[in-house]
C-alpha cells in the first residue's frame, strides 16, 4: 500500500476519533449542564439527579460495551 495514501487514512481515521469524541463530550456537558442549572431545594434532590446521570452514563456504556454500537 502506498505510503502517503496509509498516512492519508490515518490522519482521516484519527480526525474521525477527534469528532466523535467532541460530540460525546459536547453531549454529556449539556447533560450536566442542565442538573447544574436547576434549582434544587435540598442536597439531596441535587445527589438524586447526579445520580440519574451516572445510570443514564452506566446503562450507554453497558450498550456500547456489549453490542459495540
Not at 467532541?22 to 442538573?35: I, N, P, S, T
Not at 438524586?48 to 446503562?59: A, G
Request: charged fraction near 40%.
Amino acid at each position: 500500500m502506498d505510503p502517503k495514501l496509509l498516512e492519508n487514512l490515518k490522519r482521516k481515521v484519527q480526525q474521525e476519533l477527534v469528532n466523535r469524541e467532541r460530540e460525546v463530550l459536547e453531549y454529556w456537558l449539556a447533560e450536566l449542564e442542565k442538573v447544574y442549572r436547576r434549582k434544587h431545594q435540598t442536597l439531596a434532590e441535587l445527589k438524586s439527579e447526579l445520580h440519574l446521570l451516572m445510570e443514564k452514563m452506566k446503562k450507554r456504556l453497558s450498550v456500547i460495551q456489549t453490542k459495540g454500537i
